[in-house]
């Protein structure tokens, strides 16, 4: 294993605690939503329990790997915005239209942070800087990679609890039941968590999640899931 990676995992070296919880939080709800999409059409016995585990891990398979792809092109984005700026600034005709640049792209994000004078004097430091820097290349890199990877374990991680029920009971309905339970039960963990980098309610956070996955169910049985 690489240095980069030695002693620590890569998803939280990777993914921040609000990207980490947003990937389980997806991942819990594609499950959710697949499920009970399949469980409408599921056939009885083994054959439908099958075709339940198949729905979940086959739907949180191809999240995982669209989300990933989508960490990658968002992480390529970044990079380009950062060339964008760099080089608007470096091709400026002169030091006051570079510090104009500088100034409208991101002095806007400190205004709730600092004092005006503050905020100048940090333009001026950030101008001075991207003045003389190189602007990064836009290809993929290997920790888009990594990120991504983090992206896809995650979603698919999310599922596997709820998978078990799939794994031990042979009525479909019952199966998809306890799997709801779990999920459900899982939505108001990550709602709970989540609530400690929202600065918000933890007990709040996790009924609304909850709420949203009740909301599904309660669809489902009402079209006859």
Sequence with gaps: MSDELRGEHFVERYLDPASRLGEILFGLIMALAATLTAGLSATQGRAGVRQLLQTALGCNIAWGIIDGIMYVMNCMTARAEKARLIEAIQQAP????????????????????TEAEDREALCRSILAYLARAEAPRTNVTRDDLYG????????FMACLPVAVPFLIFSDPTRALRISNALLIAMLFIVGHKWAQYAHTSRLVA????????????????ALGG
């Design 206 to 221: 996790g009924l609304v999640m909850v709420g949203i996955g009740l909301a599904l169910v309660g669809v489902a049985v």
């Design 94 to 113: 002169d030091a006051r239209t570079a510090l104009d640049i500088v100034r409208s792209d991101i002095e806007p994000r400190f205004e709730t942070l």
């Design 148 to 155: 991504a990877l983090g992206c896809f374990w995650l979603v």
